[in-house]
């Protein structure tokens, strides 16, 4: 039984039909008689137990006829929503329904119960029905203007209601009038049509994967050990750039197999590595003809929050991609593999990209694709600098390209490196006061060498350099990095303190060829 349309009680004849028959053709509005008409008597029967009109089978909220379409008129078996009050004893004519949409807007409005004998439409019934009549809805008087601010408040949610109504069963019948109807959104273009911008993450990684290998080592001890590592297509003739920790298991008697994003693998060799850079280059053996080498960008230009994307195989996963920024610049970083106990020095590039191990010796990418590093250490928490098996905190260092360009060039040349040197040596362990030359270098040697680039300066031991060009030094790794920076050669200004007072000289670096 249906609880929204309960109201004033009416008996109902148990053996007469809960629905007057349809008539044959409704009218377009029922019209409003003068006064009531004589209903007819229909048969006796016994008063029903109930004071409520039995619905049909079906909805609660929807009723239905006997016969015919779901658009005829039916019969009505509900009284308005309860936003009027009951009808008084002796009311007035029915007036017009109310203009508002009740909530149930997409059932069909009820209207008066046709006269079974003359098929048309009697006017509306008396309000005390007879005992023994079928049931009638008995429409209710407006409430009076008293109430009119908690009517007026029940028919903006009747309203309200009433639209939400309809649109529910608009899209229900329209999920019914066509079974393949989808509510799932599609964009306009397919991905066959879609075109990714120049620039984008997405299109500059699609244009580097190609160039970008997975290096496997394997050292040539009975236990081959090994590990991966990433480097990238320097030039055509085959020549691959990496991190030197990365082939250094290798480059004895091992074995080096380069894998390329096609999955295509091939064979490799070391032409020659650079231990205090990180920098080695590796060939492969029978190089395709169709190699396309990484275009290389000026390290020197990049600015403190460039984008920034790397490519490379972190534990062994390759050609996967990572983005970031450049969160510092000329970062001394000392790095070492693990095994040598030799460390490397770089000014480094610091990148908030993801780089973990496996990603070493990849590069790091600007914007255009342009190589602008190559990913060589990460900050680890509760390690040092280096190779450490954690993962990634968002702290990565990138050996500048123009440096690595330098020695790649000069390993494909002669095989060997060469390093530019000041003719000192300085203490490694101190740190905060700036680099001091120590008191003799190693194996009882003078720590300034003499006749050096250092001693024509005028640089003694226990000088501290507080400056190196325009660089502030605060530390020995941090002189050594700023040094390597630059080529044999090249002239710096060097700003020291002796004696509680500063001043600054004129180097000519020197250079030292190989690694000691």
């Known amino acids: 039984m249906s609880t929204e349309n309960e109201g004033t009680a009416v008996p109902a004849d148990r053996s007469a039909p809960s629905v007057p028959p349809t008539p044959p053709a409704p009218p377009v509005a029922p019209p409003t008689p003068a006064a009531p008409a004589e209903t007819p008597e229909p048969p006796r029967t016994e008063p029903q ?41 002796a009311p007035p004519a029915p007036e017009p329904a109310p203009a508002y949409t009740p909530a149930y807007a997409h059932a069909p409005a009820p209207a008066p119960a046709p006269d079974a004998a003359a098929g048309g439409w ?101 236990d081959g050990e090994g590990g991966t590592g990433t480097g990238f297509v320097y030039d055509k003739e085959g020549h691959i750039v990496t991190n030197n920790h ?20 091939y064979d490799a060799e070391v032409v020659g590595r650079a231990e205090g850079y990180d920098v080695a280059v590796i060939k492969l053996k029978n190089a395709p003809s169709n190699l396309t080498p990484l275009a290389l960008g000026d390290s020197d230009r990049v600015a403190v ?34 095994a040598s106990g030799k460390n490397s020095y770089m000014s480094a590039l610091q990148t908030d ?9 990849g590069p790091l990418l600007d914007a255009s694709g342009a190589v602008i590093g190559i990913n060589s250490a990460i900050q680890s928490a509760g390690s040092g600098y280096g190779q ?33 040197v000041i003719g000192a040596t300085v203490n490694m362990q101190d740190k905060g006061e700036g680099a001091t030359i120590a008191p003799q270098g190693s194996g009882g040697t003078p720590s300034v060498t003499p006749n050096g680039p250092a001693a024509k300066a005028g640089l003694k031991a226990g000088d501290v350099i507080t400056a190196f060009g325009d660089h502030p030094i605060d530390s020995g790794p941090a002189l050594i990095s700023e040094i390597w920076t630059h080529k044999p050669g090249d002239t710096v200004k060097i700003t020291y303190e002796r004696g509680g007072k500063t001043a600054t000289a004129t180097v000519t670096l020197g250079e030292r060829t190989g690694d000691s």
């Open 49 to 89: 137990a109930e004071s409520q009109p039995q619905a049909p089978a079906g909805s609660e909220s929807e009723p239905q006829a006997p016969t015919g379409s779901e658009h005829e008129p039916q019969a009505p078996t509900e009284a308005l929503p309860q936003v009027q009050a009951q009808a008084p004893a």
């Open 122 to 222: 009697p006017p509306a019934p008396p309000v005390t029905p007879s005992w023994g009549a079928p049931a009638q809805p008995v429409p209710e008087a407006p409430r009076r203007r008293a109430g009119g601010l908690v009517a007026a408040v029940l028919v903006a949610a009747l309203v309200a209601g009433g639209v939400g109504g309809g649109i529910g069963y608009w899209a229900a019948s329209q999920r019914d009038d066509d079974p393949t109807a989808s509510t799932t959104v599609s964009s306009g273009d397919s991905p066959a049509s879609f075109k990714r911008d120049p620039g984008t993450v997405a299109a500059v990684a699609a244009k580097a994967l190609p160039s970008v290998v997975t290096i496997q080592a394997k050292s040539g001890g009975t």
């Open 246 to 265: 990365v082939v250094a298991s290798a480059a004895e008697g091992g074995t080096l197999s380069v894998t390329f994003s096609n999955g295509k693998t």
């Open 305 to 338: 929050g460039d984008s920034t994307i790397a490519i490379g195989a972190p534990f062994g996963l390759s050609n996967t991609v990572t983005t970031g920024i450049i969160s510092a610049k000329n970062r001394p970083v000392a790095s070492g593999d693990g």
């Open 353 to 361: 990209a993801s780089i973990n191990p496996g990603n070493s010796g």
């Open 388 to 420: 450490s098996q954690a993962g990634s905190i968002g702290l990565g260092f990138a050996i500048p390209v123009n440096q690595a360009k330098n020695v790649a060039e000069q390993l494909i040349k002669t095989g060997k490196p060469v390093y530019p």
